[in-house]
């Protein structure tokens, strides 16, 4: 009895301890590095109403919103090379922003992490720039790998991307990121389909589940039900998390990293708030695409600590 005990007692430490150890080292729960992440996004929000702002055009909702993730990204998790960009990206994680239209976002942290000089974010949305408002490849901005902003695209390349890295035994990740309307788009479902059948499984995608698109909330849009029950029935392996909450994107990337090489493509189902961090533009639609004006970026600004350094 008092072997059995023992012996089923070491299995449940082991089923306790493992996973924890493997999924999230403690070094990446360090409090400064947490805090160095979240003065960043402190930043790239000051980049993102600016550039907005400056001409007056763009989408600030969406990319405040997903600032966490993508800062947790470049500046966290993914292995990557900004000063050796190039096209294929072998032997680096690729990324894919499929809602391309939260392009000042992407521009910021791509900027911030040493792709280009900051100082061309002042370029956002005018003529020649190569910050146009949905992100190309024609304009050879490094960081840039796709053509985005027609909805639901994006994981078909990540997909396409994620089995030239097996073809090449390239063991590096690919990482996508959708908006929550764009999953009203058919071809999202047939990618879906696609990559649990061909069981890639070298891929994360991440939908960011704000709840709302640009005409409305999505429930009132076109309501889309269960996503985890959704994405589960077409094969996916779905973890959740609070996009807004710094310490819990990068535990739950790193766990979603574990959930790689499993037969299943992963998905991250990752809650944020529309316009996160300007406590006027959160929780509605209605700055999905429209620039503050002098006042309330003043407004916005304030909120908003410069931590890096105004471009
Ligand atoms: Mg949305």
Redesign the pocket.
């Known amino acids: 009895m008092v072997k059995t005990f023992t012996f089923e007692f070491r299995i449940f430490i082991k089923k306790m301890t493992i996973p924890e150890a493997q999924t999230l080292p403690k070094a990446d729960l360090r409090m400064p590095q947490i805090a160095e992440l979240e003065k960043t996004c402190s930043q790239v929000r000051r980049d993102i109403v600016r550039m907005v702002h400056a001409v007056n055009s763009g989408h600030p909702g969406?990319s405040l919103g997903c600032t966490e993730f993508l800062t947790a990204l470049y500046f966290s998790v993914m292995k990557h090379e900004p000063k050796k960009f190039s096209i294929d990206g072998i032997g680096e994680d690729l990324f894919f922003l499929s809602n391309g239209h939260i392009s000042p976002v992407f521009y910021s942290v791509l900027a911030r992490s040493g792709y280009f000089d900051v100082k061309e974010l002042a370029t956002f949305r005018k003529l020649n720039s190569r910050l146009q408002g949905h992100p190309t490849t024609h304009e050879g901005l490094p960081g840039v790998r796709v053509a985005s902003g027609s909805l639901g695209q994006g994981m078909s390349v990540a997909i396409g991307a994620a089995l030239a890295k097996k073809l090449n035994k390239d063991s590096c990740l690919v990482y996508s990121l959708h908006?929550?309307?764009e999953l009203q788009e058919g071809q999202i479902w047939e990618a879906a389909m696609y990559a649990a059948a061909n069981k890639v499984d070298n891929i994360i995608s991440t939908v960011?589940v704000?709840g709302?698109?640009i005409d409305g909330s999505?429930d009132q849009v076109l309501p889309m039900g269960d996503l985890t029950a959704k994405w589960t029935a077409f094969g996916w392996d779905v973890l959740t998390m609070n996009g807004n909450d710094m310490n819990d994107v990068i535990k739950t990337i790193k766990t979603a990293q574990t959930h790689t090489g499993k037969g299943r493509p992963v998905m991250i189902l990752m809650k944020t708030g529309?316009g996160h961090g300007v406590d006027f533009m959160m929780g509605s639609h209605k700055w999905h695409g429209v620039a503050p004006n002098d006042e309330q970026l003043a407004k916005a600004l304030a909120q908003l600590p410069e931590t890096l350094g105004d471009y």
């Open positions: 969406g908006g929550d309307g960011d704000n709302q698109q999505t529309m």
